[in-house]
């Protein structure tokens, strides 16, 4: 099923997609359902109750106060910082009800629902207590949500272009029947689904909100929100690279130092609840921006396309690579592990590298495979349940592993014998057999080992 290329990148604030954006997306869902039915005028009281992965997890990733952002409809894309809460709040934007997300959320850690191990169910109260609506969400990943019993917006996006796929396989026979690039078939999808200069503008959009990441990383200062008070590391990265920069010190592996900094930049950005991009997610937001900037500030020199023309190819490519993996795996850390959050981040941004330096769509499969190949099985084990450790890190090698592959794969001829099929396969099945611990639980790996929180 074809994922549309605004469904794989979306502006929000950080730390998780799953985590973040999802349930505050579910709250404003379920406010809107209020609205619908005609019960919003009615309701006293609103109480969230999570479930998995969000139980497990879900306040050092901010969910909490994710709820109370979309039961007051705020919009996630122009929201910059968190935003200050209170005792009460604007239900809708328009009916003040009491609401402490200390209060009103509540965590079942010892429930996961077979549903999805992302869960969390809503009730809308009446003055006397009796409940007028209740309603289950599922935040299956990158801030996607799903109401119980309803199919993906993958669907609805699939119905609408004209040139569908399931696999790579497939997607590679149309582009060769078509006689287009990856870029190419899924610009032709987009068309039917935005107007030209929508497409253009949200495009540009997109990049634009990644380079601010990169940006107001490597100037802001600070401590990280959470329980490590951990200091931020991108500005004195930075730092480091200027004075060797104005001192003249030579290093051939510099290009590393610069891309682990701007994976850094984002990262850290989206600890303390920054704005950024969906790259599939936002536990994985450092990757794909860290490597446009690789791209425009030293890759675009050897491309045969523009700055803006590779970046617009390498955002299309990694919107089709994504495609595949939300509709044959999981992109969902609780669900997969962070092979499917920085896996598929690598991958993405694998693919689009190559083909924004003019790789064929051979190479540009083959690169987003070397890329997930060597990310099987990573475990998603955040310590204290925040986006930071290992998180950061993990950011700033899947986008230096990223680059290693697109090389790899632009030094042979597109020829390979694993299928990026076969591997996105692999990834959901060593993913579903991982223990539920090592899936973004905080109950085993490093954060059961590394510090005691």
């Known amino acids: 099923m074809y994922s549309g290329f605004f469904e794989v990148f979306s502006i929000g604030i950080g730390p998780s997609s799953s985590h973040t954006m999802g349930p505050m997306r579910a709250a404003a869902r379920f406010v809107q359902l209020l609205r619908e039915e005609g019960l919003l005028t009615r309701v006293a009281s609103v ?61 079942e850690k010892d429930i996961t629902l077979p549903e999805h191990p992302n869960a969390l169910r809503f009730f809308a109260e009446a003055e006397d207590g009796s409940i007028l609506r209740e309603a289950l969400f599922l935040s299956i990943g990158g801030g996607a949500v799903r109401m119980q019993g309803e199919e993906s917006a993958a669907v609805a996006s699939a119905d609408n272009v004209p040139y569908d796929f399931n696999s790579c396989r497939e997607l590679m026979a149309l582009c060769e029947n078509a006689k287009l690039s990856i870029a190419q078939l899924i610009r032709r999808n987009e068309a039917t689904l935005h107007s030209t200069p929508e497409l253009a503008a949200r495009t540009k959009l997109i990049a634009r909100v990644m380079r601010s990441a990169i940006d107001r990383g490597i100037s802001t200062p600070g401590i990280l929100p959470g329980e490590l008070h951990m200091p931020r590391r991108a500005p004195q990265i930075y730092a480091r690279l200027e004075e060797r920069f104005r001192h003249n010190e030579t290093d051939a592996l510099t290009i590393i130092d610069w891309i682990n900094l701007w994976a850094f930049a984002v990262a850290e950005e989206n600890a303390a609840g920054g704005r950024v991009v969906t790259a599939p997610t936002m536990g994985s937001a450092g990757v794909l921006p860290a490597v446009l900037r690789y791209f425009e500030r030293y890759g675009c020199k050897d491309s045969p396309y523009s700055a803006e023309m590779g970046t617009e190819i390498m955002l299309l490519t990694a919107s089709a690579i994504c495609s595949l993996y939300r509709a044959n795996a999981s992109i969902s850390g609780a669900e997969v592990g962070c092979q499917g959050e920085i896996g598929v981040a690598c991958s993405m941004a694998a693919a689009g590298l190559t083909a924004a330096m003019g790789g064929s769509n051979a190479q540009v499969e083959n690169a987003a495979e070397i890329a997930m190949e060597h990310n099987l099985g990573l475990t998603c084990d955040p310590v204290c349940g925040l986006v930071q450790v290992p998180c950061i890190e993990r950011n700033a090698i899947g986008a230096v592993k990223a680059v290693n592959a697109a090389r790899l794969a632009m030094r042979g001829n597109g020829s390979h014998y694993v299928s990026l099929d076969s591997v996105i396969a692999t990834m959901y099945e060593t993913g579903r057999h991982l223990h539920p611990s090592y899936r973004e639980t905080s109950l085993a790996g490093l954060a059961k080992n590394a510090f005691t929180c």
Do not use: C, N, W
């Open 47 to 107: 109480r969230a109750v999570l479930y998995g992965s969000l139980a497990l997890t879900g306040e050092g990733h901010g969910t909490p106060g994710a709820i109370a952002y979309g039961l007051m409809e705020l919009d996630a894309e122009k929201m910059e910082r968190p935003y200050t809460l209170t005792d009460t709040l604007l239900l809708g934007g328009t009916k003040e009800i009491p609401f402490s997300p200390a209060k009103h959320v509540t965590a």
